[in-house]
């Protein structure tokens, strides 16, 4: 072979590999790219993603640490309206402040041959993506449901010696609580530290919403409210007596947490469960995986579920609410692969795919809520099937992030001794109605405030207590 016909082939052969890899490139996949925060439920959804029939789509995870870092990355990226990921994971309270930058859901529902709303139950779907609340205008879906439980020690409690000693001291049984008013005697009684014990573990930390969650889930059972959404007013709300008697049982009960939990994220809280170092305590639904878990935890056998207690407030009313967690599936709008993401949620919320995530987290569709194999799949998924009825919120306006932060920061000077509750909620309460009237909100102040506000916005509150197991 001469040297010109030598090039000629070696320059065609060129020719032909690059015009391959173009091919190749071409079709080799339309990237979706989701943000979330990284954890259990990102890896679920990324390993079902692997599945999806249509081979020119990829499903690409842009993880973040939960907390501010994954808020503001979404945060920023819509704030240039850009389309660096095309869907995200939000948390609840962040959909009034995202839902401008988000597709409406409700085009897709129309068109949409499967993804309707009537496959998810109307208070998930309204939790995860209805702003304004009560408009019926959808901007996420229920991708992944969370809600505060209560895990406890079921040795202790099951144990003859301790359930006589209990009843001797308190005149009467030792049972899984049902008011917080309950937990603190049980807290009380199992608190030991020279065992190495303590009744009652629960986050405390100014970090993101660490210390709210937890108070929160206080203050809405006493019959308080973090502001009244009619009138906007905070003030004589969020620091009522109502409101004041529940965040200053939430306060009471580091007396018998371990040392130092007044600084406590999740990762504390699941550390002192998977060590047995807590009788109780409250944590996300969320984590009962690696707490039932004999590889991480030590006392994964002796550990069981339950729904949180509530309280009888001032007004002798029983209520029972606590935080939801959790986030929604929510579409930007700045993206140009609408089609591709239709198809793929299409796909990803059938039963079968649903079934899947199901299994180690927990799913917004109706179908497999209700089915009694998810059930019973574990030891949580029925106490979490019943806390859904129980779930209340933070404020769903776009403020959302300067509102939590005031009142983060008072929380937490309340729960480490820095003011008193009183104080704490007084000033978290001046603060959060100067956001607002800085955002423009007009505050209509009534003639006199509610000694419990619950009864005035949302009057849920029986006359005696409910069991729940």
């Known amino acids: 072979m001469n040297m010109a016909m030598r090039t000629r082939l070696l320059t065609s052969a060129a020719a032909l590999a690059a015009a391959l890899a173009a091919t190749a490139g071409s079709a080799r996949a339309t990237d979706l790219t989701f943000v979330w925060h990284a954890g259990t439920c990102a890896d679920a959804l990324t390993t079902i993603a692997k599945d999806y029939p249509d081979k020119s789509v990829r499903i690409v995870p842009a993880l973040v640490p939960y907390g501010p870092q994954w808020h503001d990355k979404i945060a920023s990226e819509f704030a240039i309206q850009g389309d660096a990921f095309d869907f995200a994971m939000w948390d609840s309270q962040s959909t009034a402040e995202f839902a401008q930058h988000a597709v409406k859901l409700n085009d897709i529902f129309e068109k949409s041959t499967y993804l309707k709303a009537d496959i998810f139950p109307a208070a998930s779907l309204s939790r995860y993506g209805e702003y304004p609340d009560g408009s019926g205008q959808f901007f996420g879906l229920p991708a992944n449901q969370d809600a505060y439980g209560l895990t406890y020690r079921k040795d202790l409690f099951e144990d003859p010696k301790e359930k006589e000693a209990f009843k001797a001291k308190y005149g009467r049984d030792l049972v899984v609580p049902q008011t917080y008013q309950d937990a603190k005697q049980v807290a009380e009684f199992f608190t030991r530290p020279e065992q190495g014990l303590y009744g009652w573990g629960q986050m405390g930390g100014r970090d993101y919403d660490f210390a709210t969650t937890a108070s929160n889930s206080f203050l809405w059972s006493f019959g308080g409210e973090l502001y009244n959404p009619e009138t906007m007013e905070v003030k004589g709300y969020l620091d009522s007596p109502a409101s004041v008697d529940g965040v200053q049982a939430y306060v009471d009960m580091f007396k018998y ?88 949620m299409e796909w990803y919320f059938q039963p079968e795919q649903q079934k899947r995530y199901a299994a180690v987290c927990q799913t917004g569709l109706k179908q497999v ?97 409910v069991p729940v197991e």
């Open 369 to 465: 809520l209700e089915s009694p194999d998810w059930q019973g799949l574990n030891s949580y998924n029925r106490q979490f099937s019943t806390a859904l009825q129980y779930l209340n919120d933070y404020w769903h306006l776009p403020e959302y992030p300067v509102l939590l932060d005031e009142l983060q920061q008072e929380i937490s000077n309340a729960a480490t001794g820095a003011k008193t509750v009183q104080q704490a909620l007084s000033d978290a309460a001046e603060k959060n109605e100067r956001t607002l009237q800085r955002a423009g909100y007009e505050i209509k102040r009534g003639d006199k405030t509610p000694e419990v506000p619950d009864e005035v916005i949302s009057p849920v509150g029986v006359d005696a207590v």
């Open 257 to 344: 947490g371990p040392p130092g939990s007044t600084n406590w994220g999740f990762d504390e809280v699941n550390t002192a469960i998977q060590q047995g170092q807590v009788a109780m305590a409250m944590q996300w639904f969320y984590f009962n995986g690696s707490n039932v878990d004999p590889k991480v935890s030590k006392f994964a056998d002796k550990i069981a579920f339950g729904v949180l207690p509530g309280a009888i407030g001032r007004d002798k009313k029983f209520r029972r609410q606590f935080s939801v967690g959790g986030q929604g599936m929510g579409i930007n709008k700045y993206s140009k692969k609408l089609p591709e993401l239709t198809k793929f």
